[in-house]
C-alpha cells in the first residue's frame, strides 16, 4: 500500500503562548499512531500528524516565563496546513483586549478560507474570536474568561460548562476549555483523524482522563467583581460575613442603604447576579470548602452554610457545580487528601 499523507498540524507559537502546552500538544500529536505498538510489544507505528510550529517568523521567540521558542516554519511559508492549534494565551480575564496579534489574525482567517480546521486551547479561543470567526457559532474558553469573552464578543454563544465545542461550516472551528482541557482538544483532533481508537490509546500512554464532568467542578462560582458602586460594595462586604443568616438578602439591602428596587438594580448592574444568587455563589463556595476539608455529614454542612433544606441545597449544588456533594467530596477531597499524604502542605 501506498504510504498514507500525514495531515500537517500547525501550533501558533506567538508571545503571549505557554510553552508547556505547545510542547504537550507537540509530542502528544508526534505520539498519536507511534507511541502505542510499542507498550504491547510491537515495533512502533507512524505518527498520525505532522506538527510543526509556527510563528510570524523563525527567530527564537520568548513566550511566556522566558521560555525560549524556536519556530521551524514562518507563517508566510504555511499558507493552508490541514490543522491549525492556537494555545492559552496569557492574559487576565479584565483586560482581553488584544494587542499585537494582527498578523495572526489575519494569518488564521486565510487559512481558514482555504479549508483549515482551526482549534483554541483555553484562552486562545480569544484570538480565535479576534478574527471574526466565531461570530455566530457557540465556543468556550477557560471558565474565569467566558464572562469577557461573551461581553467582548456578544454574538459568539459562550457555553462555560462545556471542555470541547465545534462550530462553523464542516465543524471547522474547535474549542477547548480550561487549563488541562488541552489534553481533551487534542484527543478530540487526534480521534478525527485517526479514529477513536488511536486518541484512546495515546491517553492510555499518557495517562490522561476525560474531563467528562466539564469545567463546572472546577470552577468559582464566586467571582468578585471590582465595583465603584459603594453601596454595592457595602452589601458585598456584609454578605461575606453573613452569608449563613436566615435572610440575607434583607441584611445586605440594610448594609447598602438603598430602597429596595434601586438595590437590586444597581447590584446587578454591579456584579452580573441578583443579590440571592450572589448569596448562593458564596455559599456555595463555603461548602466546597467543606467537603474538600473535612468529613461532616452533608445536612450538617448545608445547615452551615445557611440552607435548612439540605435536599435542596444538594439540588442546588449539583446544577450550580455539575456533581453532587458526594462526588464533588469524593473527587476533590481525595485530591487534596492524596496531596497531603504526599507531603504538601
Known amino acids: 500500500m501506498p504510504r498514507r499523507e500525514r495531515p500537517t498540524i500547525a501550533l501558533l507559537a506567538t508571545h503571549g503562548a505557554a510553552a508547556s502546552v505547545l510542547y504537550g500538544m507537540y509530542d502528544l500529536f508526534h505520539s ?16 498520525a500528524f505532522h506538527p510543526l510550529i509556527v510563528a510570524r ?12 521558542v524556536t519556530p521551524q516554519v514562518a507563517l508566510r511559508d504555511l499558507p493552508a496546513p490541514d490543522y491549525i492549534c492556537i494555545p492559552d494565551l496569557a492574559v487576565y480575564p479584565g483586560d482581553i483586549a488584544l494587542h499585537g496579534y494582527e498578523e495572526e489574525a489575519r494569518w488564521l482567517r486565510d487559512c481558514h478560507a482555504r479549508g483549515s480546521v482551526i482549534a483554541a486551547a483555553c484562552t486562545g479561543a480569544m484570538l480565535l474570536a479576534e478574527t ?5 457559532h457557540d465556543a468556550t474558553t477557560h471558565w ?31 474549542m477547548g476549555g480550561g487549563g488541562s482541557s488541552w489534553h481533551d482538544l ?40 471590582t465595583t465603584s458602586d459603594a453601596a454595592v460594595s457595602q452589601a458585598q462586604v456584609w454578605i461575606a460575613q453573613h452569608y449563613d443568616t436566615p435572610s440575607p438578602v434583607a441584611g445586605m439591602l440594610q448594609a447598602s442603604g438603598l430602597a429596595e428596587r434601586t438595590f437590586a438594580r444597581r447590584f446587578q448592574q454591579a456584579t452580573g447576579l441578583s443579590p440571592l444568587e450572589y448569596v448562593h455563589t458564596l455559599r456555595l463556595e463555603e461548602a466546597k470548602q467543606h467537603l474538600e476539608t473535612g ?8 445547615q452551615a452554610v445557611g440552607y435548612e433544606d439540605a435536599a435542596y441545597f444538594s439540588r442546588l449544588f449539583r446544577r450550580k457545580v455539575g ?11 481525595g485530591m487534596r487528601r492524596m496531596l497531603r499524604d504526599a507531603g504538601a502542605r
Open 132 to 136: 471574526g470567526l466565531l461570530d455566530g
Open 186 to 225: 487534542s484527543l478530540y483532533l487526534i480521534a478525527r483523524v485517526a479514529g477513536i481508537e488511536c486518541a484512546m490509546q495515546t491517553a492510555r500512554v499518557f495517562l490522561i482522563d476525560w474531563h467528562q464532568t466539564g469545567q463546572q467542578p472546577f470552577a468559582s462560582l464566586a467571582r468578585t467583581r
Open 144 to 174: 474565569a474568561y467566558c464572562d469577557a469573552l461573551a461581553t467582548r464578543h456578544p454574538n459568539v454563544r459562550v457555553h462555560p460548562q462545556r471542555v470541547v465545542v465545534t462550530a462553523g461550516p464542516d465543524q471547522r472551528l474547535v
Open 323 to 333: 456533581l453532587s456533594p458526594a462526588q464533588y467530596r469524593r473527587r476533590f477531597g
Open 295 to 302: 468529613d461532616e455529614a452533608i445536612e450538617a454542612i448545608a
Open 57 to 68: 517568523d523563525t527567530a527564537p521567540l520568548n513566550v511566556v516565563n522566558d521560555i525560549v
Open 32 to 47: 498519536a499512531g507511534r507511541d502505542w505498538p510499542p507498550m504491547i510489544g510491537l515495533p512502533p507505528g507512524e505518527s
